[in-house]
């Protein structure tokens, strides 16, 4: 076994906690499962498979939980992988890990895993599912995650970040229906990130540290986007995805992926966003303040 603990944030993931833990077993000592008072088998399940299940009322976001599983769980692994109930990693970068991690230089404190993405249970191949590398292992005590409300990252405190050739999966079997509502929830924090963007209603990041060379541009294409016009960025995000970057290629699969994902999503947060500067206007305190008020959102 590797010397890596694995945490894990649940709620009501019955559908992926099985394959997800399974999945670990096979290398890593110890498996965290911080849970939210899930009202399905969730917690059942990751206790039949071993892994120490630690209930904790939902702080709001991702980076808050995940950061509080590292100021409180017993870690005595020297790394950590964060890993969602919806994600597995392929034997590929199992099989690089066990050979990897265990010589890995002092100075490397992080490793960044590429992502493959997988929608209605196939692997895409297209539109911008390529080249996406995300920092999800790091050396206990090297890195924490900053506080944003969506679309979080580790934040290395110290040393280098090195870069894995094998991938691991996203790939949740919810369905359409409820990937619809989850979306509908994210949109107003999207929504929020892009008039934060936009308007620089205040500064969401508290670490200043590496996040990696992914995550940086991704986050200044994205704020390229906060300028574009309203609605026809959305339409142009979606022709970019499907046709320039070839998703028509994944099947019908891909169409549901990039449509959903890239172009109705899209146009929901820009829905959100007119009816917001609508009622606002330009005003940052008066979209502050109804972002708080109809959104419970708060930026501060």
Known sequence: MLDLSVI?????????IRRCIENVK??????????????????????????????????????EQFNWALDTLKIDTEWILRLDADEYLQPELIEELQEKLP?????????????????????????IVNNIK???IFRTGKARYEKRLMDEHLSVLS????????????????????????????????????L????????????????GKEVESKRAQKARYARMPLFWRAFGYFIYRYIIKLGFLDGKEG?????????????????????????????????TKYLKEKYNISLK
């Open 8 to 16: 894990i944030l649940t709620y009501n993931e019955e559908i992926h």
């Open 26 to 63: 096979q290398f890593a000592k110890k498996v965290y499962i911080v849970d939210c008072f899930s009202i399905d088998k969730t917690a059942e399940i990751a206790k039949e498979l071993g892994a120490e299940v630690v209930e904790h009322k939902w702080p709001g976001n991702q980076a």
């Open 103 to 127: 010589t890995m230089p002092d100075n490397i404190s992080a490793l960044s895993l590429p992502l493959s993405r997988a929608f209605c249970g196939k692997i895409l191949h297209h539109g």
């Open 134 to 136: 995300i920092i999800r």
């Open 159 to 194: 040393g280098e970040t090195v870069e894995l050739k094998n991938q691991f999966v996203d790939d949740s079997r919810i369905p359409i229906g409820q990937f619809i509502d989850k979306h509908n929830r994210y949109a107003a924090r999207e929504a929020a990130l892009l």
């Open 196 to 211: 934060d963007a936009e308007y620089h209603l205040t500064n969401t990041d508290i670490l200043p540290q590496d996040h």
């Open 255 to 287: 169409f549901l992926w990039d449509f959903l994902q890239g172009w109705w999503y899209r146009t929901l947060v820009d829905a959100k966003i007119f009816e917001i500067k609508r009622a606002c206007g330009n005003d940052k305190e008066k979209i």
